[in-house]
Every structure is written in C-alpha cells, then in structure tokens.
C-alpha cells in the first residue's frame, strides 16, 4: 500500500435536495491510518466518508484518490456482493479473518436469521478481505453486543491502508484513531490524535476561545463608553460652530464660529467619536470570528425525584424461561431508591425477559416510572408528539427546558410532526422527568443518539437522584453512571458491587 494516496482539495458538497453545502471548501492530504469522523446527527459524517470511498463526487474541487476505495454502510439488510466467495475462499488471508470473525459456512444460506452482529461481522470480514487501501466504514459496532464489537474491533485494526470511521463507540475511536475529523456547523476542523485527546484539545481551544472572547467583549463595553463620551463632545462643538442662533447683523460672532470651523479645533471630538466607531466596529467582528461551542446545562432534576419507600422491587431467587431448553437463573434481586445497576451480557442472553420479569414485583407507582425502549415505533412517536402538543405551557416549557440540556434545540423538536429517533428518546426521558420519576429503566440508552448527545444525555444522568437501571454494551458510559453490575454469564445472573471493565 506503498502508492496508496487520498487528498480533498477544495471540497463542496451539497445534496439536489439542499440549498446550504453539507461540506464546503474543505482541503486535507491523509496518511495511513484510522481517521475518526465526529459531530452530530446531520453534520455530513456519512456525506464524507461517501466522497473518500467515491460512492459521492463533490459538487466543486476534487477528491483525489489512488488505490481501490470501498465504503460499508451502516444498514446491513442483505448480503454482502463478495461473501460467497469470501466464505469458500481458502486463502490465508480469509482464513484469518474468518477465524478472527468467528464467520461459520453456513451463513451464506440462512442470512435472513442471522443477527445484526453477525451480519455486521460478516459484512466487515468480506470487506477486509477485498484488501481495499481506503477503508470508510459507518457505524460498524451500532447495536452490537460486547462479543460481537471487540471482534469488529480487533478485526478493523489488522487494516493498513487510509481508514475512515464514524462511530459513537469512544473506545473504539480512542483505540484505533490516529486523528479525529469534528465537523459542526458546517465547520471541519482536524485535530490530532484519538478522540479523547481531541476532545480534550477541543476543551482546551474552547476555554481560550472563551478567554479572548470576554476580553474583546470588556474592550467593546470600555470603547461604546469612551464613544458616548466623544458623541456627546462633539455635539456641544457642532453647537459651538453652527451660525443658526446668531443674529444677521452680528458679524463678530459669525467671524469667530468660521476661525473655529478653519482651524477644527472644536472638530476634535467629532474625529475622535470617529476613530471610536472604527474601533467598535473592528472589535464587533473579531467577536463575530470566534465561534464557541454551545453548551447545556445538566440540571435536569426536579425535586421529589427519589422515592420514600425502602425498596424499588424486591425479587425473590428464581429462573425465566428464555426458551424450550433455556433459562436465566438469577439470585435474589432487591434495589433501593437510590440505586444505579447496569444490567450487561450478550445479546440473547435474556436481559429484556429479566427486565419484564422484573416489572411485575415493582414497588413503584405507574406515573413515577420512566422505561426507555431499545427502539421505539413510529405510532408510539406519533403519539409521544400528540401528547407533547397537548401540554399546558408551564409543563411543555420544562420539557423542553429538559431536551435543550439533552442536546436538542426545542424549537426543531417541536416544529416537526416527526423528529428524529433520537430526538423522540430525548423527549420520552424529557416527558418522564417533569413528572418527577422514582425508577429509570433504559434498554441501551444510546441508541440513535450522537456523540455529543451521549455525552449530554451522560452528565444529565450523572445527578440522577432516583433509581437507575440500565441495559448497555457502552462500558464507558456504565462506568461513569452504574455502582453496581448485574451480568448474564452463560444460564446464570451474577452480581457485582461495581462494573466491571470490559
């Protein structure tokens, strides 16, 4: 991959459907290794990684590009082109892969049952395998469980080549990155190293940013009172120089207002206001040049948020039936008002049957309850909006209050019949908060969600007063939020006093 070479020259992309460019004027030279591609929902992560893999070409400039390019998307409904062959093929590159992937034979005849993981494992170990030197891959661990995404992973960092990835997987990021791509606004700005390091250069640019932009806005304040002053000054010279007042006849005095206008002693103040303005006004655009980062509160929570009673539930030792020949035993299970447990396993390993089991000894009130579903339908969005739009004012204005800290502007959410599934999450926790829950219970919280909108929705919970049970593979996001880890492990449910690393 010694000749591989991708470089956008002056890039612009914008969709028939579009009037304001998606990607504009956008100009970088890439190297080997793993680009990570960040922002929100809509920024143009996936428009980017289309034009490096050339299933786009840019409206203006040009993306030059040498070596074979592939793209994967996200969805994964059928079959992957190559995967027959890639199955049969008996190199020792496929069989590496294969292995790694834990990619059996028959998958090539029942696609249709595979799971998203496997299909996702399969999609990438046939990619890999066509050695492609730039490699865009969308979303690669989306829905998939730990198993699954430490495959994709691992699999994903035997590429050499000139790598893009989008993904909200921060390990993932900080594992395989060597630059982050942070695209907001219509602005691209590339920094060095894995996510983290530049988040936190991120941070540090912002917090100077934010510095400077306080400064120019004291010298503003400083200059508009130095430009009363002189406004008023050269108000009184025009009135000292101006004839009107002054009898016809009293030539002295209209001698004496035309040495003044000759010699601009009383203009004095007149240039001075003058050199003010052009002061405020250079001021006023170097204001308007520093962009810093919105930013939303976190405090969410409305008082009565925890629960008088002793227990949430109160679940005595015993089994679900997970199927013919399966089932999940579990100890014990009690959780007090306060706290945080991460429910974790692979997927099919009857988390959600443990959670429905678990519904039926609750010792909470219906109203004071919040439960996030892993995915929620378009009816049940319908009707989310319909009950949003048939709030009183004082009700709806603290929701959307609770959206804005969740990442989301309120006004988009409501000027839309249907917003987006994220958007639709934010607003089921929003609706549930105002009412003041006991018990949260969230089935990969995540899901749909952006990268800032995951680290919004992080720090809201992060004060969570009330009960907390979550079903996630987002180790980063259990560590920062769970006390305690209730994990499928094999037919059995073991608990732990904290959570585990992954």
Not at 6 to 35: C, K, M
Not at 86 to 97: K, M, S, T
């Amino acid at each position: 991959m010694n000749h591989t070479h991708l470089a956008f020259q002056n890039v612009s992309f914008t969709y028939e459907s579009g009037i304001i460019p998606i990607i504009q004027d956008f100009t970088l030279q890439f190297r080997h290794g793993w680009s990570g591609v960040v922002g929100a929902n809509g920024a143009g992560k996936s428009t980017l990684l289309k034009l490096a893999a050339g299933v786009l070409e840019p409206v203006r400039g040009q993306v030059i590009r040498k070596g074979p390019a592939l793209y994967c998307r996200q969805r994964m409904d059928t079959m992957p082109e190559r995967f027959r062959a890639f199955v049969d093929a008996a190199d020792a590159e496929a069989w590496r892969l294969k292995s790694a992937l834990e990619i059996e034979p028959g998958w090539t005849d029942r696609w249709g049952s595979l799971s998203f993981g496997e299909r996702k494992r399969a999609q990438i170990g046939t990619a890999l395998w066509m050695r492609p030197e730039i490699f865009a891959v969308d979303e690669p661990t989306n829905h998939l469980d730990a198993d699954a995404a430490r495959m994709v992973g691992e699999a994903l960092a035997m590429f050499r080549g000139i790598g893009f990835l989008v993904s909200h997987d921060r390990d993932l990021l900080d594992r395989l990155c060597i630059q982050c791509i942070f695209m907001q606004g219509g602005d691209i700005v590339v920094r060095a190293g894995n996510y983290s390091e530049g988040l936190l250069q991120l941070e540090r640019e912002q917090m100077h940013d934010i510095a400077i932009l306080d400064q120019l806005k004291q010298e503003q304040k400083k200059l508009k009172r130095l430009a009363a002053k002189h406004r008023d000054e050269a108000s009184q010279s025009h009135r000292k120089r101006s004839k009107r007042g002054i009898p016809p006849k009293d030539h002295d005095a209209k001698f004496k207002k035309n040495i003044a206008r000759v010699t601009g002693k009383d203009g004095t103040a007149g240039k001075l206001l003058n050199q003010m303005e052009g002061r405020i006004r250079q001021t006023r655009d170097r204001i308007a040049e520093i962009k810093v980062m919105k930013t939303y509160g976190s405090g969410i929570w409305i008082e009565g948020c925890r629960s008088g009673r002793n227990v949430l539930f109160a679940v005595p030792a015993g089994a679900v039936a997970l199927g013919h020949t399966r089932s999940l035993h579990f100890p014990e299970l009690r959780m007090k008002p306060s706290d945080r447990i991460a429910l974790t396993g692979p997927n099919g390993s009857g988390k959600s049957t443990l959670v429905r089991y678990i519904l039926k000894h609750l010792n909470v009130d219906s109203d004071r309850l919040i439960i996030m579903p892993q995915e929620i339908s378009i009816d049940e969005s319908r009707r989310v909006m319909d009950e949003i739009h048939g709030m009183t004012g004082e009700e709806k204005g603290l929701m959307m209050t609770v959206v804005s800290r969740l990442g989301s502007r309120p006004e988009r959410v409501l000027s839309s019949d249907l917003p987006s599934p994220g958007e639709v999450r934010k607003c089921l926790l929003a609706m549930g908060i105002v009412r003041r829950p006991h018990l949260i219970i969230m089935d990969e919280p995540t899901n749909h969600l952006d990268l800032p909108s995951i680290e919004c929705l992080e720090a809201a919970l992060s004060d969570c007063p009330c009960g907390l049970l979550l079903i996630s593979h987002d180790r980063r996001l259990l560590a920062r939020l769970a006390d305690m880890e209730w994990r499928t492990e094999g037919s059995n449910l073991v608990c732990y006093p904290y959570v585990h690393g992954a």
